[in-house]
Structure formats: structure tokens, C-alpha cells
């Protein structure tokens, strides 16, 4: 069933994409037999459609399992420095580095590089 993006969930996003994808070439085939309203036909047909959606699910995905992380019962601030070092890392969403940055300077104090750099999982 397909997913309707709302606020209720973090990941609700990721499902709707995921949901599209999984349905696409479904969607297409009903465009197509149903003689669907053309603007709608149009924006099924158009290829790069599905190829963008492909690289949202990518660059989502990404930032939907430092969600998951951080919503975790078990959640710390040294998980928290190195999910946003993730997120800066992440090829996928180099177009979004300096918001990433800038986010993360604004949702961080010294103290948590600390408690990175002190946690033996992740040694700074």
C-alpha cells in the first residue's frame, strides 16, 4: 500500500520513496491502460522520474539510519558526533555538506567531541 508522507513519522519520507520505486513500473502500466488525466501520464513517462527518485532513496536512506540511531534508547553524544561526521562523509549528499555543517555547528558543543574522542567504540 502506498505511503503518504506525514509528521507523525521520521521515516515517513524514506517509506513513501521506497513505496514509489517498489511501484513504479505498476504505476506506469496503470498511466497507461486507464487513460489517466495526460499531466499525470506525462509526469510517469518522463524517465529521469525514476532515476531521480533512485538518488533521493539513496541520499534518504543515508540520513534515515542516523535517525534510527538517534532515536535509539541507547543513544549517546558520541553516537551523535559520529552520525553527523557520517552524514558529512556520505558522497550522496555532498550537495548538502555546508547545511550538514552548518546544522551541525548549531546542534553541537565542545563537549560532545569529547565524549566522541573518550568513547572507545569510536576514538575520535
Known amino acids: 500500500m502506498p505511503q503518504i508522507p506525514n509528521d507523525t513519522r521520521w521515516n515517513s519520507q524514506q517509506a513513501c520513496i521506497n513505496t514509489f520505486i517498489q511501484n513504479y ?8 491502460e486507464d487513460k489517466l488525466e ?3 501520464t506525462n509526469i510517469l513517462s518522463n524517465p529521469s522520474l525514476y532515476r531521480e ?3 533521493l532513496q539513496k541520499q ?11 532515536q535509539s534508547d541507547t543513544a549517546t553524544l558520541s553516537i551523535a558526533v559520529n552520525e553527523w561526521l557520517v552524514l558529512l562523509e556520505s ?7 555546508a547545511n550538514i555543517r552548518k546544522r551541525m555547528e548549531e546542534a553541537t558543543e565542545p563537549f560532545f567531541f569529547v565524549a566522541n574522542m573518550m568513547d572507545p567504540q ?3
Open 60 to 70: 534518504v536512506d543515508v540520513v534515515s539510519k542516523a535517525l534510527d540511531k538517534l
Open 91 to 97: 558522497e550522496v549528499l555532498d550537495p548538502y555538506k
Open 38 to 40: 495526460m499531466s499525470i
Open 25 to 32: 513500473y505498476k504505476y506506469v502500466e496503470i498511466a497507461n
Open 53 to 55: 527518485a533512485q538518488h
Open 122 to 124: 569510536y576514538l575520535g
